[in-house]
């Protein structure tokens, strides 16, 4: 199947390139394993967290607390293995930001959706993200979720047992504390929302979906990439 | 599948494994056990009083009681002179006030609102013999009563209005022989009747804690650990450990739960953080007044009404007097919830001498201090007793009337029902100003509430406090408590954004969609 054929509008103001759709293995055992573990440890450390929050009662005040302490030293480990997996396996080089068509990657999702235009940036096993998802996961990853795993941690340890006594971490209050953890849930759950609706704007609907969940995606071929990457060296 | 075998091996097994060693470990920290062992060791006296030849004799006066039993414990008369249940003045220090003499003696309260020309039915109370005005001797050690304390016959009985000597015709042979560690009963036969009547004063003392069972009072439940006072409120040289707030300003020699408990006594982690801000009794007195009533409030100023010329009372359907014409309006509570507030162990209290501030009302005639920010500052269940009580409405200070006397004619208001005629009396004998015009001013009293300490099973739960709405700890302020605290502006921006996302998400997918059906209708 090609692009082309179901890109023939009018207004088309991007320059299509044809390529053949070749089913590719995007993400790996692991990636998947930690994607959809990390999603649900997420989602469950906001609803119990906001039980705690007093939003609303659930598991009992008492089990919640517990709960979601257990499934943040989860998601914790979980974070560890992952940024042990992301060096050794070089992909934390995916989520270095770029302004690089970032413009149109934006214009994309705001104009170009509605038309059926191409994805402006072609994912590939080498750059499975494109400039918006480098930029906002690049923000979860140094920003969001150290801010959430610190104050988290905080909030647990800002006073503890040590050998049969209490011992403190000099906080006078949590308050900050707990309202930076409050603000960091709120966007955490925006950016679920927010990602769960993007999913469904890859080739097909659920064709992002799916490749999260099998590792294989129908992707532009990878030898026209090769290819690109020669002539476009040959340019520079 | 082999990779799958490594992945499950190498991820997942040790995710789980350090999950399930990271959990709280729930390690036995308590020392419940040895408590229970130490304390249901019976006390043996290794003395028996009946058999000394100095006890087996009729004593013409309790002067000479105490004199026989000086005769042997040679300096214990004189640590009793020094001694706050003697005394009833400690030397405290008091931030804002300086050093100052203040207890019983000199204190007041909106209970009976205070001792000054009232002395020989006050201080029945007293531990010492003959305390019936400003003259006493308290340097004289056998002024001492040691019967009120150390008596176990369960015979002793001091007389109404005697100034504190025994009624009139009891055993005092049996009595004297009779002596040792005090009982509940000794301490209770003036604890549990502060302000005039069974528990009326405070709240967590009082006659039934002699046969309740632990679910009133886990400590002293005669089906518990059956302990006495004295267990917990040791004494070095007759000086008790314990503080009652309504007189004592001092955070020293307070009888603490930690002095036996430890302050790490959960078994639960979590638990023993709250100790740094939590009183152990805030959750663990869930009530008080758990059997019979105490007093709530005392209005002083429907006093003196009569019907047909007669004093009357009126009782309420538990018999506990809602109006007298002695004592004016009460109010009564039975399994009270406690009130909470800061308390950092020290307190300060409204003198006879002291102005009242009228921006302040209602007037605290004790103020516990203590506030968030104050490490030393724990929340605290307190009783507060709120009273109409007189005072000078042109110098602004409380005044004191005389209640009680031994006769009509001589000013007493619960005889004559003159308030005129009993604030004069009272102030001539105390001595201070006044200018003669009087009314009634609103008064609070705080007093702690430590005792009646329910099983652990009726503790309160998580919720009781980190709730939204109706918290035990509501109207704390200056401390974050999750599940109770939150800051609006962020719960409302936050739940706005996700809000936008959602509409956001489905305008688009709506663009879509219809785009998608124009586009499908024009090819």
Redesign the interface.
């Known amino acids: 199947m090609l692009y082309s054929d179901i890109s023939r509008t009018k207004n088309l103001r991007l320059i299509i390139k044809v390529h053949n759709m070749k089913r590719v293995f995007i993400y790996k055992k692991y990636e998947r394993f930690w994607h959809w573990t990390q999603a649900f440890l997420v989602v469950f450390l906001a609803f119990t967290g906001f039980e705690v929050h007093g939003s609303f009662s659930f598991f009992g005040y008492e089990s919640a607390v517990d709960l979601h302490n257990k499934a943040a030293w989860a998601l914790i480990i979980l974070t560890v293995f992952t940024i042990f997996w992301h060096f050794t396996t070089g992909e934390w080089r995916q989520y270095l930001p770029t302004t690089k068509n970032l413009k149109s990657q934006i214009e994309y999702y705001l104009t170009g959706i509605f038309r059926n235009a191409p994805h402006p940036v072609r994912k590939t096993i080498l750059s499975k993200l494109n400039p918006l998802q480098r930029i906002v996961y690049f923000m979860l990853k140094v920003m969001l979720f150290p801010i959430m795993i610190i104050t988290g941690l905080l909030y647990m340890f800002y006073r503890y047992q040590w050998q049969g006594e209490m011992k403190s971490l000099g906080i006078e209050s949590i308050e900050p504390i707990a309202l930076l953890h409050t603000v960091g849930a709120y966007l955490i759950i925006a950016f679920v929302v927010v990602h769960l609706y993007l999913i469904t704007t890859g080739h097909t609907i659920s064709s992002n979906l799916n490749a999260m969940i099998t590792g294989w995606e129908e992707l532009e071929d990878d030898e026209d990439d090769k290819k690109d990457i020669k002539e476009n060296k040959k340019k520079e | 599948m082999k990779?799958?075998i490594i992945?499950f091996l190498s991820?997942?097994i040790p995710?789980v494994i350090?999950?399930f060693v990271?959990?709280?470990s729930y390690k036995e920290?308590t020392n419940l056990e040895e408590l229970k062992t130490q304390y249901a060791a019976l006390h043996i006296s290794s003395v028996d009083h009946s058999q000394h030849k100095e006890l087996q004799k009729e004593f013409k006066n309790a002067h000479e009681i105490t004199e026989t039993c000086i005769s042997c414990h040679n300096k214990r008369g004189e640590e009793l002179l020094s001694s706050p249940h003697f005394t009833w003045e400690r030397e405290a220090y008091i931030e804002g006030r300086g050093i100052t003499y203040i207890g019983k003696r000199n204190l007041l309260n909106n209970f009976c609102t205070g001792i000054f020309s009232n002395e020989p039915s006050c201080n029945r109370c007293h531990a010492g013999y003959g305390w019936a005005d400003k003259d006493f001797d308290f340097t004289n050690q056998y002024n001492v009563d040691c019967l009120a304390c150390h008596d176990n016959s369960g015979l002793y009985d001091k007389a109404r209005g005697g100034s504190g000597y025994p009624t009139p015709g009891i055993d005092l042979k049996t009595i004297v022989q009779s002596v040792g560690k005090p009982k509940k009963e000794n301490c209770g036969y003036c604890h549990f009747h502060g302000g005039g009547g069974n528990n009326v004063k405070h709240g967590d003392l009082e006659l039934a804690l002699l046969t309740a069972p632990r679910t009133v009072d886990v400590h002293m439940g005669v089906d518990g650990a059956n302990l006495t006072c004295v267990d917990c409120h040791t004494a070095e040289n007759h000086v008790m450990k314990g503080r009652y707030y309504g007189l004592s300003s001092e955070n020293t020699n307070r009888a603490t739960c930690e002095q036996c408990h430890?302050?790490?006594p959960h078994t639960v982690?979590?638990l023993?953080?709250h100790?740094?801000k939590i009183a152990c009794q805030t959750c663990h007195i869930p009530r008080y007044a758990k059997v019979n009533a105490t007093k709530m409030r005392w209005d002083w100023s429907t006093a003196t009404k009569k019907t047909e010329g007669m004093p009357y009372e009126m009782l309420d359907s538990l018999g506990n007097p809602v109006y007298s014409s002695e004592k004016g309006d009460q109010q009564w509570a039975v399994n009270a919830i406690p009130d909470y507030l800061w308390f950092n162990g020290t307190a300060d209290h409204h003198l006879l001498s002291d102005k009242i501030d009228f921006d302040n009302l209602p007037l605290k005639i004790n103020t516990l201090f203590g506030s968030?920010?104050d490490k030393n500052s724990r929340i605290v269940p307190v009783k507060i007793h709120t009273g109409k009580q007189p005072y000078d409405s042109e110098y602004h200070t409380i005044l004191q009337a005389k209640l009680w006397g031994p006769h009509p004619g001589v000013g007493a208001l619960w005889l004559d029902f003159n308030w005129e005629l009993a604030l004069k009396t009272g102030m001539d004998y105390v001595g201070l100003p006044y200018s003669g015009k009087w009314d009634f001013v609103e008064s609070q009293m705080f007093l702690p509430v430590n005792h009646m300490v329910s099983p652990s099973s009726e503790a309160l739960?998580?919720?009781d406090c980190?709730?939204?709405n109706n918290s035990r700890l509501q109207s704390i302020e200056g401390?974050?408590i999750?599940?109770?605290?939150?800051?609006a502006t962020?719960?409302n921006?936050?739940?706005l954004?996700?809000i936008?996302?959602?509409i956001?998400?489905l305008s688009?997918?709506l663009?879509?969609y219809i785009?998608?059906k124009k586009?499908k209708a024009?090819?």
Do not use: M, Q
């Open positions: 990779n799958s992945f991820v997942v995710l350090i999950t990271l959990r709280d920290n430890t302050n790490t982690y979590k023993n953080e100790v740094a968030s920010r739960t998580c919720t980190h709730t939204r401390i974050y999750p599940g109770k605290s939150y800051n962020i719960d921006l936050g739940k954004l996700i936008f996302s959602f956001g998400a688009h997918a663009f879509r785009s998608y586009l024009n090819n």
